[in-house]
């Protein structure tokens, strides 16, 4: 069983910057051999990947972020973090950290951030 906590979201104006970051109950072990994930999902609209850090610790993110978001793993604090820069409305939504394992597929509770003036 993984449970993720994700924390950081909050409201901010466009332009603006926040930091998420989620915190996993796994072994050490574990948390370095996995791939980690953070999705999106606005209203009325289907979740969205938005950025991934592979165990090997490259990165990919969507391209409506790219630039703009930085997705980074510490092994040793067992955390997930995402920049998030220069904010636009259109990044409204519940941020969820993910994680898929062979057997299970592991959400957050997910934080909201709100970008807005």
């Known amino acids: 069983q993984v449970q993720l906590v994700e924390s950081g979201g909050g409201l901010v104006q466009p332009g603006g910057s926040l930091r998420l970051s989620c915190a996993a109950s796994v072994s050490i072990f574990s948390f370095i051999a996995m791939d980690w994930n953070w999705y999106r999902q606005a209203p009325g609209k289907q979740r969205e990947l938005v950025a991934v850090?592979?165990?090997?610790?490259?990165?990919n993110y969507a391209d409506s972020v790219k630039g703009r978001f930085t997705v980074s793993r510490d092994n040793a604090k067992k955390t997930v973090d995402l920049q998030m820069d220069s904010l636009k409305p259109e990044d409204t939504a519940v941020y969820y950290c993910?994680?898929?394992?062979?057997?299970?597929?592991?959400w957050g509770q997910g934080t909201q951030v709100t970008v807005s003036s």
């Open positions: 993910n994680v898929r394992t062979r057997t299970a597929d592991y």
């Open positions: 850090v592979t165990s090997r610790s490259s990165t």
